[in-house]
């Protein structure tokens, strides 16, 4: 029989950490959940935690617009993304995110131009407040914007919302 995900109990820590079976590592590339233990663990099946991703990545390998002299860069917005965005957890507080938060500095944003929605990441009111009111000094007493997009990306990576 193939087990979709393997339990391994660590009773000293009182977690339970699941590890792909062998022939589903494609399916999680690697990692490994980890969560709080269960009173009972049973082998009952589970369905899936989503049915479809929230955004699927086309891949053109030549597009029209690269074969321009003077090529212009278009800003890619979607939607969809930026509803899982603000469904998501703050990166900073685990609170409900209000507000998905396009990178600003690192050559991305300014007055009247927003990064792409894919460069965002969920952040509750007041630490989105904090940041827009003084990016050095936020990211001094949080860290980087580019380390929570890039923790943030693997994270909508590894739960499906972006195949």
Not at 36 to 51: M, N, T, V, W
Request: net charge positive; hydrophobic share 40%; with cysteine.
């Amino acid at each position: 029989m193939c087990h979709l995900l393997t339990a391994i109990p660590v009773p000293e820590l009182g977690i339970v950490a699941f590890k792909p079976g062998i022939n589903q590592l494609h399916h999680f590339s690697g990692r490994m959940i980890v969560m709080s233990a269960p009173d009972e663990l049973s082998d009952a099946k589970a369905g899936r935690i989503a049915e479809q991703a929230v955004l699927n990545l086309v891949i053109d390998a030549n597009p029209p617009a690269s074969l321009m002299k003077i090529q212009k860069l278009k800003r890619w917005g979607n939607q969809k993304y930026l509803q899982w965005v603000k469904s998501r957890p703050c990166c900073l507080c685990q609170k409900p995110a209000d507000d998905a938060h396009h990178l600003i500095g690192y050559g991305y944003g300014g007055i009247g131009v927003k990064a792409h929605d894919l460069f965002s990441i969920p952040l509750c009111r007041g630490h989105h407040s904090e940041l827009h009111h003084d990016p050095k000094a936020w990211e001094v007493k949080y860290g980087s914007q580019l380390a929570l997009l890039f923790g943030f990306l693997d994270e909508s990576l590894g739960l499906g919302a972006l195949s």
